[in-house]
């Protein structure tokens, strides 16, 4: 019995003993793991810019006191199928160019440890997808030097680029060979497109791609009548017929002491070059008549000093001023337009609300020496009932005493107001709001990407304040302009409405501008380059380059 006990009481301590020690035996992580899995190297990340990509990755678990090399595949196939090519470091990382790498092609990466003279290869890791997108030599295109079977491209001076390729959707790519003076002049024109294609259309130094941009050409315009230089166009444009397109080949066309009397009727008048420069009408005045008309003009230059004009675009009933009116849109797109001496558009004949329209739209155009009487404000819409105001990448100097009124207060939806990528120079006078007066009358209003010089014209006084919109429900935007010589005449800084007013990234940068200046490039390497939200240059594109 004693030796019973005894032995109970061993086998019980001896099994303690081995729990405790089991207990207190650390589990091995790596436990089941083959080498090539501990051999594996970590994570995969990576860091791209414009031409090239940097990997990087954590060295693998049981890499410690070990020399190691890396090889690192790279295809654009998930799957690694095919490999377009290898690097082999012996660091934890590689940079790749677009030596190698194609931009804007999708790349993956994978990496595996090589073998050691003790350890076998280990398993790939691999990476997320990523891109080069390369550099981009190509300066934004002119919209007015897009044309239906041509256009302009501009890119910064650059030796050694040789090529520019357009690939359209379907087709053959086109291929314009540059010469080094190409290169450096920094500009080609491309003829013999194809009139409503867009063309990827990019530059190449050798095989590298330096450049992209996405360019359609226009469409092919259809004209109901093509006039001759001389012609009578104030007769044409009385027999045509409603949303007629009449072209104007180069050369010179007048009215006389006639006006263009657009009778509830809407017409394009649109030169077949699409060069201002070469097709110009001297007018008195358009003015629209009764419901439906409107007027649209795109690639002339319009004159109103030989015969005396007062208005560029007046409004009017049919008969008399008093009857109601629903009239057509304002398109105005690549034109030079001046001497008009009383104001560019005058619509406040009507009782309020009588006149209505959809849309004004100014684009791509340059306008001076307009309303220098100081009697009316340029855009003088008080008692018009519009939807739209649209006044993009456009030239405005010497240009009277305000840019906009439309103080009358008018029921319904406020209208939207938008000013971008424009330049003022010398106008404001007789004490107004030089950019709004929509007084209680609601607005949506926005101002951006914009340059404002010597405000007010010599010897002019304006209000202290550049803008006055009141009414309920408006909101208006001041960003991203640039404002110069901008007081109220007597040395006093004009202000931005304290409310319903939003505001940033405005600068105040002095340039060499005075009243007289008619040429605003900007300086080489002035701020005002990348001032806008876009990071880009600020005021109508057409000066930046």
């Not at 001896?14 to 207190?24: G, K, N, P, S, Y």
């Not at 590689?94 to 280990?122: F, H, M, N, W």
């Not at 909101?475 to 302009?481: E, G, I, L, Q």
């Not at 940033?504 to 390497?525: E, I, K, Q, Y």
């Amino acid at each position: 019995m004693k030796t019973t006990k005894f032995s109970l009481k061993a086998t019980l301590s001896i099994m303690v003993m081995l729990f405790t020690m089991l207990a207190c035996q650390k589990e091995d992580p790596n436990e089941g793991l083959a080498a090539p899995r501990l051999f594996k190297p970590g994570a995969i990340s990576i860091k791209t810019d414009q031409t090239s990509a940097k990997l990087t990755w954590a060295a693998p678990i049981l890499s410690t006191n070990l020399k190691l090399s890396y090889l690192t595949e790279f295809s654009q196939d998930t799957t690694f199928a095919t490999t377009e090519f290898s690097v082999k470091t012996d660091t934890m990382g590689v940079i790749v160019t677009d030596e190698k790498l194609v931009v804007r092609k999708k790349y993956y990466a994978r990496v595996k440890a090589l073998a050691t003279a003790d350890q076998p290869e280990s398993q790939w890791q691999r990476s997320n997808g990523f891109t080069v997108t390369g550099e981009q030599l190509f300066l934004p295109v002119r919209e007015l030097e897009i044309m239906e079977t041509q256009f302009t491209v501009r890119w910064k001076p650059t030796v050694g680029l040789d090529k520019i390729t357009l690939t359209p959707a379907t087709g053959a790519p086109i291929v314009v060979t540059l010469s080094a003076a190409d290169a450096l002049a920094g500009v080609k024109t491309i003829t013999g497109l194809t009139p409503d294609v867009k063309y990827s259309t990019e530059i190449f130094l050798g095989a590298k791609s330096k450049g992209l941009l996405e360019i359609s050409t226009l469409a092919v315009t259809v004209y109901s009548v093509i006039l001759n230089s001389g012609a009578d166009l104030v007769a044409a444009i009385n027999s045509a017929a409603n949303n007629a397109i009449i072209g104007l080949n180069p050369g010179t066309y007048s009215a006389g002491s006639a006006v263009f009397t657009l009778l509830q009727k809407s017409v394009t008048l649109k030169s077949t070059s699409g060069n201002p420069l070469n097709t110009k009408v001297n007018f008195r005045e358009f003015t629209l008549r009764g419901t439906g008309a409107g007027i649209s003009l795109d690639g002339i230059e319009l004159d109103g000093t030989p015969s005396g004009s007062l208005y560029f675009i007046n409004l009017t009933g049919v008969a008399a001023d008093a009857e109601k009116a629903d009239f057509a849109n304002i398109k105005i797109n690549n034109c030079i337009i001046r001497g008009a001496t009383t104001s560019f558009m005058r619509a406040d004949r009507g009782a309020v609300a009588d006149y209505k329209m959809d849309q004004i739209v100014v684009k791509n155009s340059t306008i001076y020496d307009i309303a220098s009487t100081l009697g009316y404000h340029f855009f003088h819409l008080n008692d018009l009932q519009f939807n739209s105001l649209t006044v993009t990448k456009s030239t405005f100097y010497n240009i009277g005493r305000a840019f906009i009124a439309c103080s009358t207060v008018i029921p319904g939806t406020p209208p939207a107001i938008t000013i971008d990528y424009c330049t003022f120079n010398n106008f404001g006078a007789g004490n107004h709001y030089i950019l709004l007066d929509a007084n209680a009358n609601p607005v949506k209003f926005s101002m951006t990407n914009s340059i404002i010089g010597n405000v007010p014209r010599p010897a002019g006084t304006v209000n202290g304040v550049v803008m006055r919109a009141n009414g309920a429900g408006t909101t208006m935007v001041f960003s991203y302009n640039n404002t110069f010589n901008f007081t109220n005449g007597t040395g006093t800084a004009l202000t931005l409405p304290t409310t319903n007013t939003s505001q940033a990234g405005n600068l105040a940068v002095v340039l060499d501008w005075t009243a007289t200046t008619s040429v605003f490039t900007l300086p080489a390497n002035s701020p005002l380059r990348t001032a806008s939200s876009a990071s880009a240059p600020i005021g109508d594109p057409r000066w930046t380059y």
